[in-house]
T-cell receptor, first 112, second 114 residues
Framework: AQSVTQLGSHVSVSEGALVLLRCNYS??????LFWYVQYPNQGLQLLLK??????LVKGINGFEAEFKKSETSFHLTKPSAHMSDAAEYFC??????????FGAGTILRVKS | DTAVSQTPKYLVTQMGNDKSIKCEQN?????MYWYKQDSKKFLKIMFS???????INETVPNRFSPKSPDKAHLNLHINSLELGDSAVYFC?????????????FGPGTRLTVT
């Protein structure tokens, strides 16, 4: 069965600094991988997805993620954090069916 | 133009009551889902319907009963509410045809059972 581990339940960065949110997955088949963002009191919004095409995936709001099969990782990065990036971020994996399995989430705090 | 909408947004009720949450999507998707997000923000799938047919039914108490009158609607009825049912419930939808499609989420319904 697929699973996701997000290292670090809270990450704090200064405005303008690099954002790195870690995600490792477990899957018995080539996975589909997703990053979602949740702002306070809102639903989840897709940032980007990996579907076995390019291993470096670019998403919205300047975020990108790199699929590394050897490390079973799909870390999310952004070169320069903005105050508006403060939110909770969820990594999710699908093995090709309709079922998405989510990680526990990482709260990103951006300091001015 | 709201893609996935849920009503109500907030629901406060007492233990033992029965309540329903409604979800509608106007994206033309064939598949709809219910997720539960607990107080620690952990998000877990409960049910999924494809063209009105139940395709995913996780280990959920049978007090929870989803109903899909058509492929654009998926409602969740909860009987005999318990304190542990307090959570945010999200509806989502996606095209059918495999897991490569992202799921579009509604704004959530915050259920508080007192």
């Amino acid at each position: 069965a697929q699973s996701v581990t997000q290292l670090g339940s809270h990450v704090s960065v200064s405005e303008g600094a690099l954002v790195l949110l870690r995600c490792n997955y477990s899957s018995s088949v080539p996975p589909y991988l997703f990053w979602y963002v949740q702002y306070p009191n809102q639903g989840l919004q897709l940032l980007l997805k990996y579907t076995s095409a390019a291993t470096l995936v670019k998403g919205i709001n300047g975020f990108e993620a790199e699929f590394k099969k050897s490390e079973t990782s799909f870390h999310l990065t952004k070169p320069s954090a903005h105050m508006s990036d403060a939110a909770e971020y969820f990594c999710a994996v699908s093995e090709g069916g309709n079922k998405l399995v989510f990680g526990a989430g990482t709260i990103l705090r951006v300091k001015s | 133009d709201t893609a996935v909408s849920q009503t109500p947004k907030y629901l406060v009720t007492q233990m033992g009551n029965d309540k329903s949450i409604k979800c509608e999507q106007n994206l033309g998707h064939d598949t709809m889902y219910w997720y539960k997000q607990d107080s620690k923000k952990f998000l877990k799938i409960m049910f999924s319907y494809n063209n009105k047919e139940l395709i995913i039914n996780e280990t959920v108490p049978n007090r929870f009963s989803p109903k899909s009158p058509d492929k654009a609607h998926l409602n969740l009825h909860i009987n005999s509410l318990e304190l542990g049912d307090s959570a945010v419930y999200f509806c989502a939808s996606s095209p059918s045809g495999g897991g490569s499609y992202e799921q579009y989420f509604g704004p959530g319904t915050r259920l508080t059972v007192t």
